[in-house]
């Protein structure tokens, strides 16, 4: 069973680019969350979609969006990019039911210059 | 206040002993929690997921959960240098969201 797919792994842009990331879950899943991790802060909550839908946000300013598609492929966007925007992204994979863990994509680095 | 904390570290212990991890966590709402290994340039991996008080076991690993004082940990029995790592608490509130700790950073010297 193939796991979470980020692409690209690696990215570096310059300030007021924008980017855009790539997800594709585990077979079968149809929820996928986004979390951004910087170096002492942790996994912060980014955003989830089920079924093409965005059913939660964390508070991240309107730069960074989302969506999924029907094959449950999912995209975050980063516009005007700021040198604070540098961070690991992940991306991860959910049945779609509560309670459940989540599987992890081995992330997109993204650095800003 | 954040929502799950835990100790920064680094904790420190060596072969064969005894790692505590420790979390907190502030919505009593929360339904579930997991412990996450996350290796330096890897993604986290979850280790352990309990969802009811008292003890989980995992081979070496046990997981307690007391939703009365909000309280998780991880405990690792004889701990081994390849458990140096990022341990990482979450739990998953409800409305399709986890919330993850900035984890705690375990060295095991051998």
């Not at chain 1, 946000?57 to 449950?72: A, E, L, M």
């Not at chain 2, 940990?73 to 409800?94: E, F, K, M, N, V």
Request: with cysteine; net charge positive; aromatic share 12%.
């Amino acid at each position: 069973k193939a796991g979470v797919t980020q692409t690209p792994r690696y990215l570096i842009k310059t300030r007021g680019q924008q980017v855009t990331l790539s997800c594709s879950p585990i077979s079968g899943h149809r929820s996928v969350s986004w979390y951004q991790q910087t170096p002492g802060q942790g996994l912060q909550f980014l955003f989830e979609y089920f079924s093409e839908t965005q059913r939660n946000k964390g508070n991240f300013p309107g730069r960074f969006s989302g969506r999924q598609f029907s094959n449950s492929r999912s995209e975050m966007n980063v516009s005007t990019l700021e040198l604070g925007d540098s961070a690991l992204y992940l991306c991860a994979s959910w049945t779609g039911r509560g309670n459940t863990e989540a599987f992890f994509g081995q992330g997109t680095r993204l650095t800003v210059v | 206040q954040k929502e799950v904390e835990q100790n920064s570290g680094p904790l420190s212990v060596p072969e064969g002993a005894i790692a505590s991890l420790n979390c907190t966590y502030s919505d009593r709402g929360s339904q579930s929690f997991f412990w996450y290994r996350q290796y330096s340039g890897k993604s986290p991996e979850l280790i352990m997921s309990i969802y009811s008080n008292g003890d989980k076991e995992d081979g070496r690993f046990t997981a307690q959960l007391n939703k009365a004082s909000q309280y998780v940990s991880l405990l690792i029995r004889d701990s081994q240098p390849s458990d140096s790592a990022t341990y990482l608490c979450a739990s998953y509130t409800g409305g399709f969201k986890t919330i993850f700790g900035a984890g705690t950073r375990l060295f095991v010297k051998a």
